[in-house]
């Protein structure tokens, strides 16, 4: 658990994209990674969606192809919603024992797929859990715009608004 506010350089995502389906695979590889994270919620599907969004399975498999499999989600999320993105997400679903920003996960991830921490991206929408967690396990940090923004429960609102003001007043 972070206590304070994360280094404006923990904030500051590598790459931006809008969705993951504009994540551009070879381009990846070349710069030398080899494995892929993905948050879920509204990175790969809508808040609490059942599946991979439609609009970007094609590019998953894409990514998963180019990366030999070594493609996982790591969500912090209750382990109800965990034994359901293990059920309905064709991707290893890191367990959970710390959320994001933790590093824990990450180096979970790390262990499984045996990659260093180098060679890895994680793709997610959230600035002070996916941003600031990638960054600091050393893992190239790629944001993506909420998938489906009106599916937001009320209490990512504010989550969200905070997030807003801290790319402003860090301009990252
Ligand atoms: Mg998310």
């Not at 923004?149 to 990512?156: G, H, L």
Request: contains cysteine; charged residues 25%.
């Amino acid at each position: 658990m972070l206590t304070g506010l994360p280094s404006p350089s923990f904030l500051s995502p590598d790459m931006e994209v809008e969705t993951v389906a504009n994540i551009d695979a070879g381009a990846l590889y070349q710069r030398g990674i080899r494995g892929v994270g993905f948050d879920a919620d509204q990175t790969l599907c809508g808040f609490y969606g059942k599946e991979i969004d439609a609009d970007l399975a094609e590019n998953v498999e894409r990514i998963r192809e180019t990366f030999d499999g070594n493609v996982c989600i790591i969500s912090n999320c209750t382990a109800q919603r965990h034994a359901e993105l293990v059920e309905n997400f064709p991707l290893h679903v890191v367990p959970v024992h710390s959320k994001k920003p933790s590093s824990d996960p990450f180096r979970a991830a790390e262990k499984h797929f045996q990659l260093l921490p180098s060679k890895w991206a994680f793709v997610g929408d959230r600035l002070l859990t996916d941003i600031v967690g990638a960054n600091r396990a050393g893992w190239l940090s790629v944001l993506v715009n909420p998938l489906v923004p009106d599916s937001d429960p009320w209490y990512m609102r504010p989550a969200r608004r905070y997030e807003h003001i801290l790319r402003k007043v860090y301009r990252v």
